[in-house]
């Protein structure tokens, strides 16, 4: 069958992609006007509950993905024109790209998770006004992640860009591989220099608030300060997860929601996981693995299966591969170290 064209175009789905941006702000406004409304200490009871919310939205969008797939390209008559199009397996592998795209991204949130407890440890914190940063560092996540997309979207059209970003997936992998323990110093950052010059930034916490006034000049509280300096640490990792879903689906639709889905789960994932991750020491190294491969499968595996590299496979590799890393971290524990990071919920 020949190559089949990008099945989901913007052109003729800027509907969906309004009416899913609207959904995701609708649950954001729910989540923070509602259910997180007061600011407190996220138990790991209320983490367990909300990650399973996430991640059950994410398997029925993924069903109806499917189910809407087949359906409308069993009624394109110039997608049934091709020949060897079959809309059930087309249906069937657009589900599992997502799939693909949403564990992979997953995986590399709990990378995310790992520079969030030191920053928040950095800054100490206090653990009740941990959700509120967050929340306003997915909603920045948010429209970072929807540019990336949008600028990978149209330069993946170009096959140096692909062998480009893939040569660089490789390299990231080695990187991480055998590059060492990554060292956090938010005070050092640029963005964090840059941002003093501009604004005053004041010495204490004011409760959740990220500005104040003091002497009728506007300041940053410290608290701000997190933020940014979690949204300057979300815009690096994109540049690795991005280019990573891209090397599993050319459609961006795909690479949209799954990020997105996987975005919204990350707080749910850090408060349930923050006081353990350092427990999956190997976890660095199947990552390493999975955007190894991703990237050989955008430069030297998809070429030589003539660009058809069964998503399947692709699956399987990466949920054996990060679901290995995880089970040799529990049956290997990593020997404990003095000075062990808190979690949300213990003291700093």
Same mark, same amino acid.
């Given at each position: 069958?020949?190559?089949? !064209?990008?099945? &989901? !175009? #913007?052109?003729?789905?800027?509907?969906?992609?309004?009416? #899913?941006?609207?959904?995701?702000?609708? $649950?954001? %406004?729910?989540?923070?006007?509602?259910?997180? @409304?007061?600011?407190?200490?996220? %138990?790991?009871? *209320?983490?367990?509950?909300?990650?399973?919310?996430?991640?059950? $939205?994410? =398997?029925?969008?993924?069903?109806?993905?499917?189910?809407? %797939?087949?359906?409308?390209f069993s009624d394109n008559s110039v997608l049934m024109a091709i020949p060897g199009f079959d809309p059930k397996a087309e249906a069937s592998r657009i589900a599992l790209e997502f799939l693909a795209g949403y564990l992979v991204e997953q995986s590399l949130s709990i990378d995310n998770i790992f520079v969030f407890v030191l920053v928040f440890s950095y800054f100490h914190v206090k653990p009740q006004y941990q959700h509120r940063v967050l929340f306003y560092g997915i909603l920045g996540?948010?429209? &970072? @992640?929807?540019?990336?997309?949008?600028?990978?979207?149209?330069?993946?059209?170009?096959?140096?860009?692909?062998?480009?970003?893939?040569? &660089?997936?490789? #390299?990231?992998?080695?990187?991480?591989?055998?590059?060492? *323990?990554?060292?956090?110093e938010p005070e050092k950052k640029p963005i964090t220099r840059l941002f003093k010059k501009i604004m005053p930034v004041s010495h204490e916490f004011e409760g959740q608030k990220f500005f104040s006034r003091k002497g009728g000049v506007l300041h940053a509280t410290p608290l701000f300060i997190v933020l940014l300096v979690l949204e300057a640490t979300d815009v690096v990792f994109a540049i690795d997860s991005v280019p990573a879903i891209f090397g599993l689906t050319k459609e961006p639709l795909i690479v949209f929601t799954s990020n997105i889905f996987a975005i919204l789960g990350l707080r749910s994932l850090y408060?349930?996981?923050?006081?353990?991750?350092?427990?999956?020491?190997?976890?660095?190294?199947?990552?390493?693995?999975?955007?190894?491969?991703?990237?050989?499968?955008?430069?030297?595996? %998809?070429?030589?299966?003539?660009?058809?590299?069964?998503?399947?496979?692709?699956?399987?590799?990466?949920?054996?591969?990060?679901?290995?890393?995880?089970?040799?971290? =529990?049956?290997?524990?990593?020997k404990e170290e003095p000075n062990h990071l808190p979690g949300p919920g213990q003291d700093h």
């Open positions: 069958m020949t190559d089949l !064209p990008v099945l &989901f !175009p #913007f052109a003729d789905y800027w509907w969906f992609y309004l009416s #899913f941006t609207a959904f995701v702000i609708g $649950l954001l %406004s729910l989540d923070l006007g509602v259910f997180h @409304r007061k600011a407190h200490a996220v %138990s790991f009871k *209320e983490a367990t509950a909300w990650t399973c919310v996430w991640v059950t $939205l994410a =398997l029925i969008f993924n069903l109806l993905l499917y189910l809407y %797939s087949w359906w409308q996540a948010l429209v &970072f @992640r929807g540019i990336f997309i949008a600028i990978g979207a149209a330069l993946m059209q170009y096959k140096l860009v692909v062998i480009l970003l893939g040569g &660089f997936l490789v #390299f990231t992998g080695f990187k991480m591989m055998f590059g060492g *323990e990554q060292k956090i408060f349930l996981l923050a006081g353990a991750v350092d427990k999956f020491h190997f976890l660095k190294y199947g990552l390493a693995i999975v955007l190894t491969f991703v990237g050989l499968k955008m430069t030297v595996l %998809s070429w030589l299966l003539h660009g058809h590299f069964p998503i399947l496979w692709s699956l399987s590799i990466i949920a054996g591969t990060i679901g290995g890393s995880i089970v040799l971290s =529990l049956v290997f524990p990593k």
